[in-house]
């Protein structure tokens, strides 16, 4: 006859419980943080395109020339800005629109709130303070730069 010695069976009902709970403590935390890095993956895509809107708009303004020329443009038809003032109240209701007034379908959910221009004197240097404010699906971004006359 062949005898089993007890000692030797295999896992006891109580191993076996404490293992499984064990185990699932585990999972559910790792779970939990794959479940919270999945949740906030896309608010930094949605950010990162609000702040390459405005920068995008803070490059153009920054590349116009400090004060209005002779003659220059004072209308509304931003492809025609010729000076960092023409910006001053700037705004888009309906989306992101290129420089000559084309809508961006795939930015049509951000808008460029306000453009403000400060005429400031720093250090006896006149500067105008360029503030660009984008909001989108994750936010308002406010991108600042100065601009001087050298």
């Known amino acids: 006859m062949c005898t089993i010695d007890r000692r030797q069976a295999g896992f006891s009902f109580i191993e076996l419980i404490?293992?499984?709970?064990?185990?699932?403590?585990?999972?559910?935390?790792v779970l939990m943080v794959m479940d919270v890095s999945v949740k906030s993956s896309a608010d930094p895509l949605l950010r990162k395109q609000t702040v390459a809107a405005a920068e995008s708009l803070l490059e153009e303004i920054m590349l116009k020339k400090y004060a209005d020329p002779a003659g220059g443009y004072t209308g509304t038809n931003r492809a025609l800005f010729d000076d960092v003032g023409d910006y001053a109240g700037y705004s888009t209701t309906g989306g992101i629109v290129d420089f000559?007034?084309?809508?961006?379908?795939?930015?049509?959910?951000?808008?460029v709130s306000s453009v403000t221009v400060v005429p400031l004197t720093l250090n006896s240097i006149n500067v105008k303070r360029v503030t660009v404010t984008v909001t989108g699906p994750a936010g308002s971004i406010d991108l600042t730069s100065y601009k001087t006359n050298y």
């Open 18 to 29: 404490i293992f499984i709970v064990v185990v699932s403590a585990g999972l559910s935390g």
């Open 100 to 111: 000559t007034g084309a809508s961006i379908a795939a930015l049509s959910r951000y808008n």
